[in-house]
């Protein structure tokens, strides 16, 4: 009889955590996976981090405080190593700084799922699905300590099964607005900064894949942050900041009837409280539609903290932590790297290690590669003198 007891609360407790777990779910998912191996070595945090050739992605509004004129960045990230090995995320993004006070920038990501085999039909057949986004944008400083930045993105989700006729890929247009801050103070006989930043990215249309009357949303995001840089000395600078970003999604209503309520009433339910949302009005439903109410809407928050030492402006080292609540995605993992940075080029490595095996890039080395236009040229021009 003991046993029997310990068996029934055992399976209760198990069906209401699966009940509990409710992820936000989106269309082109490869919109959310982090680009580079810097942000990515400290928790992937990005927003209010010192501008890089990376920021496209983070904070476009940080580029009118870069050091460098204009620079290209390129980067690769493998997917599901531990499992596959032909899926990956490639990206490259660059900015042209236009005087000392506004930027255009943009970049192209690629996100391919490999080869898939579809069998079962006369001829056996090999697809390979991908996900595409091109943007560009302009930011422009409004004040010496405070900038602004708007991207346009075009988005192309060929996932489509080539031996549907009546399918094709999805397309949706979004863009993003971002904000930026980075001001000094002195703490003690130590000029440091302290940077906030926020970004509201992928505001646009909902993407529908041909065949289907259902549009799917995109992830529509809201990014805050913020970053404190303390000089220790001329060569040595130490650096801490924090991310919080969430869904701008409603949540999905959940695969359970309401008393009395039928297989077809709950789909209708579906349809009007899910599918025929307009992405606009899904961005401020997402804040107030969690079935389990206020304490679930704040568990849709993830968070990471990272830090970075930097000596000589070359060489970096970082740490971060990333957390997601556990009936969200339960990703939770721990990130390391370094960074080797030269007036020509940078190289940066990051890698991931989780707590919980639920994220795709647990044990993976990534590499991002920056070049620095202005120092090409100076290099070139050096050459040329000779």
């Not at 090995?85 to 042209?96: K, M, Q, R, T, W």
């Not at 992405?279 to 990272?306: H, N, R, T």
């Amino acid at each position: 009889m003991l046993l029997l007891f310990v068996c029934s609360t055992e399976i209760v407790l198990a069906q209401d955590k699966q009940n509990l777990f409710n992820p936000v779910h989106t269309a082109v998912t490869s919109l959310s996976i982090a680009p580079d191996a810097r942000a990515g070595a400290m928790g992937d945090i990005g927003a209010a981090t010192e501008a890089d050739v990376n920021s496209q992605y983070w904070n476009p509004a940080k580029y009118p405080f870069n050091i460098a004129r204009a620079g290209v960045g390129v980067s690769y990230t493998p997917w599901l190593r531990k499992l596959v090995n032909d899926i990956n995320l490639a990206n490259v993004s660059g900015f042209y700084r236009i005087g000392d006070y506004s930027a255009v920038h943009a970049s192209l990501r690629y996100f391919s799922l490999g080869d898939v085999y579809i069998d079962g039909y006369d001829d056996n057949m090999t697809i390979r699905p991908y996900e595409m986004a091109l943007d560009a944008g302009y930011s422009r400083m409004l004040s010496e300590t405070f900038s602004m930045a708007v991207n346009l993105r075009f988005i192309l989700s060929d996932i489509k099964y080539d031996y549907q006729e009546d399918s094709s890929p999805g397309k949706a247009f979004a863009a993003d607005i971002a904000l930026y801050r980075l001001g000094y103070f002195m703490a003690g006989n130590r000029e440091c900064s302290f940077g906030w930043g926020i970004n509201i990215s992928n505001i646009g249309s909902k993407i529908s894949y041909g065949g289907s009357t259902d549009s799917e949303f995109i992830p529509a995001n809201l990014r805050i942050g913020c970053n404190f840089t303390i000089p220790f000395n001329e060569y040595n600078k130490f650096s801490i900041g924090a991310d919080m970003n969430k869904l701008l999604v409603p949540t999905y209503p959940k695969q359970r009837t309401e008393e009395g309520e039928t297989e077809t009433e709950y789909t209708d339910r579906v349809q009007k409280d899910y599918y025929d949302v307009s992405s606009i009005a899904g961005i401020f439903k997402s804040f107030g539609d969690a079935p389990g109410g206020f304490k679930e809407e704040m568990q849709e928050i993830q968070w990471s903290l990272g830090a970075e030492y930097t000596y000589n402006d070359r060489f970096m080292l970082r740490a971060g932590y990333h957390h997601e609540a556990e009936n969200k995605g339960n990703r939770k993992y721990f990130t390391v790297g370094a960074g080797f940075h030269m007036s020509v080029f940078s190289i940066d490595a990051a890698y991931v290690f989780s707590t919980a095996q639920t994220n795709p890039l647990d044990q993976t080395m990534r590499f991002s590669l920056g070049f620095d236009l202005d120092g090409m040229r100076d290099l070139f021009g050096k050459m040329r003198r000779r």
